[in-house]
């Protein structure tokens, strides 16, 4: 006997054991049954905005399988229904046993131990130096004036005035 799984909802006022009937008739074992409960659809699945969730874990043998779902696919309570083949538990439990065995933890912890050793102390500073923050002294940037208001300037001014000029910010 194999080991299965079915999701299946139904009208949130529905309340049929239409699978559990079908699992027995055809010599299936139920072993869990979880009532997941009413919950909103993505989308409307023949009119209903909401449906009752149910999940059903069982054993049956693999040739009746498709009578199974012969009989869910006709009844009309059920609206879908998915069928899987359940894990096995004893599996599960393995595969997080051997993630869970502590690998050498002693000597990563030496190979730390040694690291902060040679790592160099940390400068301590005062509560005045955490305090106190660097003035730095920003200057504007001096916007360059336009290439046509430096001909208009330089045909208002004569040479001898520009060379002034030129000399005095030379100078400062």
């Known amino acids: 006997m194999q080991k299965y799984e079915i999701t299946y909802f139904t009208a949130p006022d ?40 149910t999940s059903v874990i069982f054993e049956i ?14 009844d009309k309570k059920i609206i879908r229904f998915i069928l899987i083949k359940a894990l096995r538990q ?11 065995k502590p690998k050498e933890v002693k000597n990563d912890k030496a190979k730390i131990e040694e690291k902060e050793e040679e790592a160099p102390a940390p ?20 916007k360059k004036p336009s290439k046509k208001i430096v001909k208009k300037q330089q045909e208002e001014m004569p040479d001898e005035e520009l060379d002034k000029k030129l000399k005095e910010l030379v100078e400062d």
């Open 14 to 53: 529905e309340k049929t054991n239409v699978v559990e009937t079908a699992l027995k008739d055809l010599g299936g074992k139920i072993l869990e049954n979880n009532n997941i409960g009413i919950r909103e659809l993505a989308y409307e699945v023949e009119g209903l905005k909401e449906a009752l969730f």
């Open 90 to 100: 004893t599996e599960k439990i393995e595969e997080k046993e051997d993630l869970a």
């Open 123 to 142: 400068i301590a500073k005062t509560p005045s130096e955490l305090k106190e923050k660097p003035t730095v002294a920003i200057k504007p940037k001096a």
């Open 61 to 74: 043998e693999s040739d009746k399988l498709k009578d199974l779902e012969k009989k869910l696919n006709q």
